[in-house]
């Protein structure tokens, strides 16, 4: 129930985690899917930094570190200074936040460094077709 792909109803979704409508760890569902959908990942980071503070203060403290899952799968390492002004404070104050903090940013490396090698293949095939 919780993947659209419908840009407004995707946004409405979203609305509701911010909202006592569902139980909150229910609600950010909504939010985590976001993430892995390629077509929703950059509104998903934008959502998460407008409403940070609002999100993880409904979420119970061990879930809050569950916001730092939207830095890796930008998958783009020139982002990390804009990433680290903005969330790295904020997500090292949460329990384990530190440790997940640099875990999420090795995976943002890892991720960036397989697209880059992957990208000249790709690119080769899709113009051979």
Known sequence: M?????????????RIALTDEFEPREAFR?????YDDPKLREAAYAFIKAHFDEVANKLPAS????VAYALSRLCDKAREPEIEAFFKARVEAFEGGPRVYQQE???LELCDARKRARTPEVEAFLRSQ
Do not use: M, N, S, T
């Open 63 to 66: 879930w809050r570190i569950g």
């Open 105 to 107: 940013l090795e995976q």
């Open 30 to 34: 909504f939010v985590y899917v976001g």
């Open 2 to 14: 919780c993947r659209f792909e419908d840009p407004e109803i995707v946004e409405k979704a979203w």
